[in-house]
């Protein structure tokens, strides 16, 4: 995603996400991450892994759902990186179900 | 057209951040290295890192946020990495809205197994990476604390602990023990060199470690509001556009002229004062206004002529009777006098002004002693009667002498009765 090529720094992310299994994962997360893409050229960095992470961008907090039932979870962030990867990192313990989503609506402050 | 404002300065955050608010690099987050804030889970902040959550240690909702919530049996937050940290220099600080009663041999807060540990001993004392304290302090069983913990160097004299934004004053003789080079298992409210007997009881708002020192403004900074650590938003306040409504400031025809002169501006104001009391007081009330006068059509012609001013009042003066004693005093005639003018005219004249008027006097029955001196009177116009004075016998003449003005010695007519004493001399003149 081109985060601010259009000059909109920060952004809005919602994630649709739904367990088979809910059992505590209430207030538990799933961490957004970014991978900032064309650093140097057309280099990036490196992609995140469970004990490297180039950029943490925030963390949807997990509500004590249904299972099997959608959630709709937010993260607003600023200052994003011009261009970047995002990825999530599940820590609620559960496995996530496919079919999962990920939005993101850029932001900026301009005359509306 | 739509303008954006930009205000700076804008207020840290009061409360827990909920979402992910950079790091004040240059202010009270000056060199973090580790921060958890439990609003984004068990994710370092500043890192990134994601730790583990072990045991019954999990997030909570409360009243004002989230917390890291340590019932105390078995449980902590742990992650092996950072490298980054080491040596001894650096400050551990945490924040925490309740502590609850010690575990079997106290609380560990934080550490590395069981050498570079933050721990709050069963006896009181405290254990500053690994260092013990000389003196007991008061943790346990208590709300809303914050405990700040700095390293200044490789020796126990560079060792602070400070509780509540305050100096605990306690001292440690031992010099710390450095962190381990490399990768490390660092653990938050438990000493995992110790089992079980050191789990945190409690809860945590903020923790964190920075590799700056920390002393007392820092430590009393953070306790007042933990989240100074949190840079301070820019504000960016818009005014839109609606359809074809603008909202744009306009200056209208302002025009400045380049002039050396003084522009005065001046009005007048009514100052209406309504029923004030003064207090009785040495300062002096002022109380101003401006009057306005107003002159209707008033016209001054220039003449040298007079001015004549008449008044029509009538002044009367009446003598009522009077008695007048004989004595040798002079005599006194008083009288208030009623002055009628009958509608005098008064003009403009260097002439002087005389008021004349004809006096009628009359004297009766005037008894008048023997005496040596002379009675006199005068007048100009003056019609005298004596009417039976009685005359002492007197070895001395008696002289009564009128003297006429000689323009009317001729006509006046003088009348007398005298019963006549051989004695006597009467002389005329």
């Given amino acids: 995603m081109v985060g601010d090529g259009g000059s909109y720094p920060d952004a809005e992310f919602v994630l649709k996400v739904q367990f088979v299994t809910v059992t505590s994962i209430e207030n538990k997360v799933i961490g957004l991450y970014a991978r900032p893409l064309n650093i140097d050229g057309t280099s990036d960095a490196p992609t995140p892994t469970t004990t490297y992470a180039e950029k943490y961008i925030g963390s949807f907090v997990l509500q004590a759902s249904a299972a099997s039932t959608d959630q709709y979870l937010t993260v607003f962030a600023e200052g994003l990186p011009k261009e970047a990867e995002y990825y999530l990192y599940n820590l609620s313990g559960q496995t996530i179900t496919a079919g999962w989503t990920l939005k993101v609506t850029p932001r900026t402050y301009k005359a509306s | ?429």
């Fill in chain 2, 1 to 429: 057209m739509s303008s954006l404002l930009l205000m700076p300065g804008g207020k840290r955050p009061p409360e827990q951040t909920q979402h992910n608010v950079p790091i004040d690099h240059e202010g009270l987050g000056k060199g973090i290295q580790l921060l958890l804030n439990p609003a984004l889970g068990p994710i370092d902040i500043a890192t990134g890192r994601a730790w583990t959550v072990g045991g019954d240690v999990k997030v909570e909702d409360v009243t004002r946020g989230k917390i890291f919530k340590y019932p105390g049996v078995d449980g902590d937050l742990h992650y092996t990495g950072y490298p980054e940290i080491s040596g001894t220099v650096g400050t551990f600080f945490i924040w925490c809205p309740t502590v609850g009663p010690k575990d079997d041999w106290g609380h560990g807060i934080f550490g590395e197994a069981a050498t570079t540990f933050f721990l709050a001993h069963q006896f009181g004392q405290f254990y500053h990476m690994g260092s013990e304290s000389d003196r007991i302090f008061s943790w346990f069983n208590g709300t809303n604390k914050s405990l700040v913990c700095s390293s200044a160097n490789a020796t126990g004299a560079g060792l602070k602990v400070y509780q509540n934004g305050e100096d605990t004053g306690m001292l440690f003789s031992a010099a710390p023990t450095p962190w381990s080079s490399g990768a490390k298992t660092l653990t938050i409210g438990r000493n995992p060199g110790f089992g079980t007997v050191h789990d945190f009881n409690g809860t945590i708002r903020l923790v964190g470690y920075t590799k700056e020192v920390w002393g007392k403004a820092e430590a009393a900074a953070f306790h007042v509001n933990p989240w100074r650590i949190f840079k301070t938003r820019t504000r960016k306040l818009w005014v839109a556009s609606v359809a074809s409504t603008e909202h744009n400031l306009t200056i209208a025809n302002g025009a400045l002229a380049n002039a050396a002169a003084i522009l005065a501006i001046s009005q007048i104001h009514a100052i209406a004062v309504a029923n004030t009391s003064i207090a009785n007081s040495a300062s002096t009330l002022a109380v101003s206004q401006v009057h306005s006068l107003a002159m209707a059509n008033g016209t001054l012609s220039n003449a040298a002529g007079t001015v004549t001013i008449s008044q029509g009042a009538a002044i009367t003066l009446a003598i009522a009777g009077i008695a007048i004693s004989n004595s040798a005093a002079s005599l006194a005639l008083s009288q208030e006098h009623i002055l009628a003018l009958s509608t005098g005219t008064i003009a403009n004249s260097a002439a002087v002004l005389s008021l004349s008027q004809v006096h009628a006097l009359s004297i009766y029955s005037a008894g008048i002693s023997n005496l040596a001196g002379t009675v006199a009177l005068e007048s100009s116009d003056v019609t005298l009667t004596i009417y039976s004075a009685t005359i002492e016998n007197s070895t001395d003449s008696v002289a009564i002498t009128i003297t006429l003005n000689s323009q009317w010695a001729e006509e006046a007519s003088i009348s007398s009765v005298w019963t006549l004493d051989s004695a006597r001399t009467t002389t005329w003149s």
